[in-house]
Nanobody, 117 residues
């Protein structure tokens, strides 16, 4: 079992930065892929970024060059550094962890990010 707790959300002006953290308890090293999703009001949850245990990353096109995903296995923590924030980045951000075999998915409770114009 893995439990995920996000932190670092808040209110920021457009152009500002935030760093989200995802603290994991349990068998963190068993996690193959860590990811960040977001869900804005009235919209579906969408994948923002992911990082595989071997280091490869993927990003949603609209955040490329602004967001950076990382994980620190020694600290059992994942991060999402968000720079040059835009009002359209406003959403609840969720940490997600996946194990490929046996397959298992874990979610955090979410953290609110609000970007004012």
């Amino acid at each position: 079992q893995v439990q995920l707790v996000e932190s670092g959300g808040g209110l920021v002006q457009a152009g500002g930065s935030l760093r989200l953290s995802c603290a994991a308890s349990g068998n963190f090293l068993s996690i193959d892929v860590m990811a960040w999703y977001r869900q804005a009001p009235g919209k579906q949850r969408e994948l923002v970024a992911s990082v595989h245990s071997h280091g490869s990353t993927t990003y949603k096109d609209s955040v490329k060059g602004r967001f950076t995903i990382s994980r620190d296995n020694a600290k059992n923590t994942g991060y999402l550094q968000m720079n040059s924030l835009k009002p359209e980045d406003t959403a609840i951000y969720y940490c997600n962890a996946n194990r490929i075999f046996p397959p298992e998915t874990y979610w955090g409770q979410g953290t609110q990010v609000t970007v004012s114009s």
